[in-house]
């Protein structure tokens, strides 16, 4: 229990907690501790962030325990320990495998190509201190950007209101609206060879957003907002004569690869990447699993972390040769 604590605060007064804090492979935990210890509050969100950072957990077992009480917090049998990293080894080294091929094939084509991202939500106001937002962390878009640039890649990264550092070598331009998205976009967009449409934009906004805090009246159950449609900004460049080459990305809760074949087409994109959000999954997380679609091609990427799936999507633009 302490040590999942140091884990997630970053501590590093220890052997163990400084090789985890100074490394960049990843790391698969195997926690054992009372049950109560293990169903406590503070323990399981430890959990649940040091999940979130990407870490893998092997869960306890249920059982007798060392202190005479029973239920779950109980070491895992040394086998059950032992086939779980080795599975995990070999996933990762496979991961591995693929991640250097991609990137060895992508980075002479991505040299001093000019790249155009948007990431993270809109926010659109109803008032000074309410908005309308969504889930998105950003992190897929600031992975790409972050990847494209150590592939050699000039890339300028047009972000929604997210709390992420810049990635080295990237030129953010900070937005908060989709409005205020779709002004630089069309200002920039002619310069880029390659436009990845990676930010959540909200596909309305508030009509008359109000100058001061909207209050609660007495007597008053209900409100109606009304909201106008935002302007599409993938499909606008899209619809340009001097476009550069467009992908889109579908998030979506059910028919996904349906519905990311009908935005291609509808939208007339280059190529999208299709993926399913919901609980857990998508959104907030450090892992994605991306499906990449063209007009004649479709590839489903496994589970990975979102630096492994942007390697991956660029490669894959690579061999568009655009």
Known sequence: AETLAKLRMGRADDLLTTL????????????????????????????????????????????????????????????????????????????????DQAWSNAKSFWLGKKLLITAGPTFEDIDPVRFIGNRSSGKMGFAIADVATKLGAKVTLVAGPVQLATPVNVERINVRSALQMFDIVQTVYADADCFISAAAVADFRVAQPAEQKLKKQPGLDNMTLELVKNPDIVAWVSEQSDKPFVVGFAAETQNVIEYAKDKLKRKNLDMICANQVGEFQGFEQNDNALTLITETEEVVQSLSSKTQQAIALLSFIAKQSF
């Open 20 to 99: 985890c804090l100074a490394t960049d492979k990843p790391i698969m935990l195997a926690p054992a501790m009372n049950r109560l210890m293990w169903s406590n509050a503070a323990t399981q969100d430890n959990v649940l962030v040091l999940k979130q950072r990407g870490f893998t957990l092997l869960e306890p077992a249920e059982g007798e325990q060392a202190c005479g009480e029973v239920g779950a917090g109980r070491m895992p049998e040394p086998l059950a320990i032992f086939n779980a990293v080795v599975a995990f080894q070999t996933k990762f080294q496979e991961q591995q495998k693929q991640t």
